[in-house]
């Protein structure tokens, strides 16, 4: 099975009308795809009642998939204010924070994608297993951003510890831009689900700068039909290996994720079952 989805809601004018509300945006969302990567959980612990709202506004077999708070995967390093005493704390918080996602049987997996500058060492491979152990039942996935877990002498490594500890590969298609920046490897490490995020391309506007629209400048691409096709072959490569196949659209800082998204399905040929009825307009 392969699900198809954005990251986050809120963003993608192709998909809305004009007058569409921001209130309205999950529902209308989720008569498109499938499933969402929920990213506001990453800049602050989601209130419980946010996530019942959003499990109660999706269909019964749409799926979430949450990305983990900044302090558990070490971005507050960059300045910003942890609101926890405690690692324990934090982490207690964020498990019951999804836990209505997980009692509606809509938490796909909580995605842990690690800053740049956490490499491949012990200290980190440690944190890794008690990030693991905190989250207990709870489906995790791991992304990094940094190129030494997969280099040559860690590559095997890396993946048979994510298999021995139960975490989901979340493969990664982006610019090939040095050592903060990893390659494509198209690995599944649990049966059940693999995801396949898809950051585009754009090799110069990756890396920081000193340009204060970085962040919004470095996903800014449309990938072409070729490209796609390529990808496409690669995830159906990963269909037969296991259960499901994620696949999440990231590229939208011109608004092209949307867009990108739908070729693929055409490209597939697939047809989601299950999606909210879409609302149609009088003319």
């Known amino acids: 099975m392969i699900q198809?989805?954005?990251?986050?809601w809120g963003d993608h004018k192709s998909i809305y009308a004009a007058d569409t509300k921001a209130h309205e945006k999950l529902q209308e969302y989720s008569s498109h795809f499938p499933?969402?990567?929920l990213d506001s959980s990453f800049y602050a612990v989601q209130p419980i009642r946010n996530m019942e709202k959003w499990a109660r506004e999706t269909p019964g077999n749409f799926q979430f998939i949450v990305k983990a708070y900044q302090g558990m995967t070490g971005h507050d390093r960059e300045g910003k204010e942890n609101p926890f005493e405690t690692k324990e704390e934090m982490f207690q918080a964020f498990r019951e924070s999804v836990e209505p996602l997980r009692k509606a049987g809509k938490l796909g997996a909580?995605?842990?994608q690690f800053p740049p500058w956490f490499d491949c060492r012990q200290e980190h491979v440690n944190y890794i297993r008690y990030c693991k152990k905190q989250m207990k039942d709870i489906p995790v996935a791991l992304e990094f951003r940094q190129q030494s877990w997969y280099e040559e002498r860690f590559q095997q490594q890396t993946l048979q510890f994510m298999k021995r500890e139960g975490w989901i590969h979340t493969i990664a298609d982006e610019p090939q831009a040095g050592v903060k920046s990893v390659p494509f490897v198209p690995v599944v490490t649990?049966?059940?689900k693999?995801?396949?995020?898809?950051?585009g391309r754009n090799v110069h506007g990756w890396n920081y700068?000193?340009?204060a629209n970085w962040r919004k400048v470095r996903y800014l691409y449309e990938y072409n039909e070729q490209e796609l096709i390529s990808i496409a072959?690669?995830?159906k490569r990963l269909e037969k290996q296991c259960e499901e196949v994620i696949v999440l659209f990231n590229n939208n800082s011109g608004g092209h994720a949307a867009g990108n998204a739908k070729q693929f399905q055409q490209m597939l040929g697939i047809e989601f079952d299950g999606?909210?009825?879409q609302q149609l307009g009088l003319f």
């Open 4 to 8: 198809i989805g954005l990251t986050g």
């Open 35 to 37: 499933v969402v990567e």
């Open 110 to 112: 909580v995605l842990f």
């Open 190 to 192: 649990v049966k059940d």
């Open 194 to 199: 693999v995801i396949v995020r898809l950051h």
């Open 209 to 211: 700068s000193g340009n």
């Open 233 to 235: 072959e690669e995830v």
């Open 275 to 277: 999606l909210a009825s």
